[in-house]
């Protein structure tokens, strides 16, 4: 069965400083990987997506940046965190024909 | 206007209750309609997944469609407390992988004993 991983589940970060979130999908191959943020009371806003190695659309202009090293691989990075890049991040993967499967999420707070 | 609307709640039913929760939408090009449900910090997990109008049921969940309104509804029998959670719609135009979802803001559910 396919299952999405994504790491960690929680970070602290200071202003300024780098991001790495990472996601990993087993159990397929080739997926469409999406990174999400969801904000209180503002429902999920899609970031970006990627439909295979170093491809990727970017849905927002903002701070944040998103790569895709390996086929079940998606990071999302940043180079110097803002205050409002604090959210909770998810990484998303679908099958064709179905809906959105999600990751467990990482909540981020940037002090 | 959002292209889905939402109501946030929150809703509080008593265990054993009915519960409908409702999305609203503008776009009728969305053919694909999704129920997640989302426990506190944790990611949205897969409910339903239902195509163009009508009913899917799956259990205690059911999935109603009626395009011609632009209107889509979860119900959810014989609730529980284990139901409490925060409830997204989500649709899409396409099925193809690359067709965005997009999502209404979430209800949040409290089933009390």
């Known amino acids: 069965s396919q299952t999405i991983h994504q790491w960690p589940a929680t970070l602290v970060q200071p202003v300024g400083s780098p991001l790495s979130l990472e996601c990993t999908v087993e159990g397929t191959s080739n997926p469409n990987l999406y990174w999400y943020r969801q904000a209180a009371g503002r429902g999920l806003q899609l970031l970006f997506y990627?439909?295979?190695?170093?491809?990727i659309s970017s849905e927002v202009p903002q701070n944040l940046s998103a790569s895709r090293p390996q086929d079940r691989q998606f990071i999302l990075s940043s180079k110097k965190l803002l205050l409002s890049d604090s959210g909770f991040y998810l990484c998303?993967?679908?099958?064709?024909?179905?809906?959105?499967?999600f990751g467990q999420g990482t909540r981020l707070t940037v002090v | 206007q959002k292209e889905v609307e939402q109501d946030p709640g929150p809703l509080s039913v008593p265990e054993g209750a009915i519960v409908s929760l409702n999305c609203t939408y503008s776009n009728s090009a969305f053919q694909y309609f999704m129920w997640y449900r989302q426990y506190s910090r944790k990611g949205p997990e897969l409910l339903m997944y239902?195509?163009?109008?009508g009913n899917k049921e799956d259990g205690r969940f059911t999935a109603q469609v009626d395009k011609s309104s632009k209107y889509i509804s979860l119900f959810i029998r014989d609730s529980q407390p284990s139901d409490s959670a925060t409830y997204l719609c989500a649709m899409r135009i396409t099925a193809g992988t690359a067709s965005k979802l997009t999502f209404g803001t979430g209800t949040r559910l409290q089933v009390t004993l």
């Open positions: 990627s439909v295979g190695i170093g491809q």
């Open positions: 239902t195509y163009s109008s």
């Open positions: 998303a993967w679908n099958p064709i024909g179905a809906g959105a499967f």
